[in-house]
C-alpha cells in the first residue's frame, strides 16, 4: 500500500501527545498507535474525521500517497 499517515508530523506541529489525542478523539492508543506506525488496513471516516477535527486540519494532511512504498510487506 502507498498510503503513508503522517499523524506523527501533525502531532509534532501541534505539540500534543499521542495520549492526548487519544483522549480527545475517544479511540485506544493501541488504534492509534496501529495508525500512526502505517500498519492500519483502513481508516473510518468518523475516525479521520475526529483526527481532523482535533488536529485543526485536512485528511490530506494526515495521508500522502506515494508511488513507491519501502516501508509496507503487502
Known amino acids: 500500500m ?4 503522517t499523524l506523527d508530523r501533525m502531532l ?3 505539540r500534543m501527545s499521542l495520549t492526548e489525542l487519544c483522549d ?3 479511540i485506544t492508543m ?3 498507535s496501529i495508525l500512526k506506525t502505517g ?3 483502513a481508516i ?3 475516525t479521520l474525521d475526529a483526527l481532523c477535527r482535533e488536529l485543526k ?5 494526515l495521508l500522502a500517497w506515494t508511488e513507491e512504498d519501502e516501508n509496507y510487506d503487502d
Open 2 to 5: 502507498a498510503i503513508r499517515v
Open 12 to 14: 509534532l506541529e501541534r
Open 24 to 26: 480527545r478523539v475517544g
Open 30 to 32: 493501541a488504534n492509534l
Open 39 to 41: 500498519k492500519a488496513k
Open 44 to 46: 473510518r471516516f468518523s
Open 57 to 61: 486540519c485536512q485528511p490530506a494532511d
